[in-house]
């Protein structure tokens, strides 16, 4: 997803997994285009990310981007 935002310059704010295992995943990510993607992102860190599942059974997350 870091390399699709960056080629893309795009925001993906929806992911749904459609398959886990240990040695794969299986993704679709969902984006809309970006205004003013002019940094370049280093990095997804874990400073500051949650995970949580909301009412309903959905696993919702926020990740914090170096730029």
């Keep these: 997803m ?4 960056q080629e893309e310059k795009a925001v993906f704010c929806v992911l749904t997994l ?5 040695t ?3 993704a679709r990510i ?3 285009p970006a205004e003013g993607f002019d940094e370049d992102i280093k990095a ?3 400073h500051q990310a949650e995970v949580h599942r ?3 059974g959905e696993w919702e997350t926020l990740l914090v981007l170096d730029i």
């Design 2 to 5: 870091l390399t699709l935002a």
């Design 18 to 22: 459609l398959k886990l295992a240990n």
């Design 24 to 26: 794969e995943v299986e």
């Design 30 to 32: 969902e984006g809309i």
């Design 44 to 46: 997804v860190t874990y």
């Design 54 to 56: 909301k009412e309903g």
